[in-house]
């Protein structure tokens, strides 16, 4: 029970770092907590600092995620499920204790638990997120559409009970975190990134 706490806390404070957050502080003099979308997570970082440390942001994001999922594996504790450590990193970024326990929507934090957790389901992912970026423009609308297409595989392809659960309450937070970006959707007022379709048709009209 010791060794399982000690993993749980310790993937909970590797999911806390908050690179977005402290690359805009460090090297910009910029809190992007209250700047764009006030997210601190990638395309707030993209939007406010740039397209550099926003690359940096998705990775590190991600990078986090996948070094919590392999805590079990680096200390041999393999009995250890990964996707509940990895569950705990999620939280951590959701729910950061440096940044007064605020946080971010948890999509790139969870692509990298996934990438360790079911790699093939992991790249499908990315491609479904790919294409409604290059449909759509918009990351809201990728991101709700990857963790959509998560769940059903994992509820109906995979059949993998820890994974379904954790995938169908994540993509019902990651729903409910987008809830403004919704609202701009169906208003026809979300930001799109300088890619894709509709930014291109749009930059056409």
Known sequence: ?????????????????????????????????????????????????????GTIVLFMDIFKGALAALLPTIFGWEHVNVMLVGLAAILGHTFSIWIGF?????????????????????????????????????????????????????VFYYQDIILSIVAIVLTVFVFYRHRNNIGRIFAGTESTIPFGLVYWFGRKN
Request: charged share 10%; hydrophobic share 55%.
């Open 1 to 53: 029970m010791i060794k399982i706490i000690f993993i749980l806390v310790l993937a909970y404070l590797l999911g806390s770092l908050m690179p977005g957050y402290w690359l805009g502080k460090l090297f910009y003099h910029k809190d992007i907590r209250t700047e764009g979308s006030g997210n601190i997570g990638t395309t707030n970082a993209f939007r406010i600092l740039g397209p550099v440390p």
């Open 102 to 154: 605020k946080g971010g929507k948890a999509v790139a934090t969870s692509a990298g638990v996934l990438s360790v957790y079911n790699t093939p389901l992991f790249l499908m992912v990315c491609a479904v997120f790919i294409t409604c970026l290059i449909l759509f423009s918009m990351v809201s609308v990728a991101s709700m559409v990857g963790f959509s297409f998560a769940t059903v595989m994992s």
